[in-house]
């Protein structure tokens, strides 16, 4: 699954270190999900979306392809 | 389970090594019992060593709470746990038929087993978290 976590996350100004520590999880996690390698559980994803002020479809691109 | 119960856990450990190894000194067990408890004494001191390190030092506790916590730690531990089993019963499955060219039978018997028995702890385990889920 594709994400916007990377670009938002730049927008916000936000170290990886940082972002990881906000939401529980190591720092590979974070670049894990920016990479694309690893795909969150529901509720990793709520509290991304949630932190960035957005909707999880907002931030995670479904595809059906995947 | 709480910091303070571990640590017990690894005093016990220690104690037991330092008793086994005792042992062996004097020759009441055996050198397997002495070499297991210097192999418990190792892992009781760098248990207490990290435990003692995890009370004190409030950037390594959130580091470690990280760690453990961390659901791609989870999920990569899932994945190498059942990597592993499925390795473990190729591997032993293509032993059974080895050995019993090379006319071990012995071996061929051990490793079918081994097969067997991962094959029905898998079942078991499929069923109660079918249950679960």
């Known amino acids: 699954m594709k994400n916007r976590i990377e670009e938002i996350r730049k927008e916000k100004g936000i170290k990886q270190e940082d972002f990881a ?10 670049s894990s999900l920016e990479t694309g390698k690893y795909n969150p559980s529901i509720f ?23 | 389970m709480k910091i303070e119960k571990r640590i017990y856990i690894s005093v016990f450990w220690l104690i037991t090594g330092i008793v086994l190894l005792g042992c062996g000194i004097f020759d009441i067990v055996d050198s397997f019992w002495s070499g297991m408890g210097g192999a418990l004494i190792g892992v009781g001191a760098i248990r207490i060593v ?25 999920f990569i531990a899932m994945r190498a746990w059942a990597w592993s ?14 050995f019993k ?13 081994s097969v067997c028995l991962v094959l029905v702890l898998y079942w078991l385990a499929y069923l109660l978290l079918r249950r679960k889920y």
Request: include cysteine.
């Open chain 2, 50 to 74: 990290q435990f003692v390190k995890y009370r004190k030092n409030p950037e390594y506790r959130e580091k470690v709470e990280i760690e453990a916590n961390d659901e791609r730690n989870k």
């Open chain 2, 85 to 98: 089993g499925y390795c473990f019963v190729m591997i032993n499955s293509v032993g059974t038929i080895a």
């Open chain 1, 21 to 30: 520590k906000l939401m529980g999880v190591s720092r590979q996690t974070i």
């Open chain 1, 44 to 66: 990793l994803a709520y509290k991304i979306a949630k932190y960035f002020e957005m909707t999880i479809e907002e931030v995670f691109i479904f595809d059906e392809e995947i």
């Open chain 2, 101 to 113: 060219i090379m006319g071990n039978d012995l071996l061929s018997q051990y490793c079918a087993y």
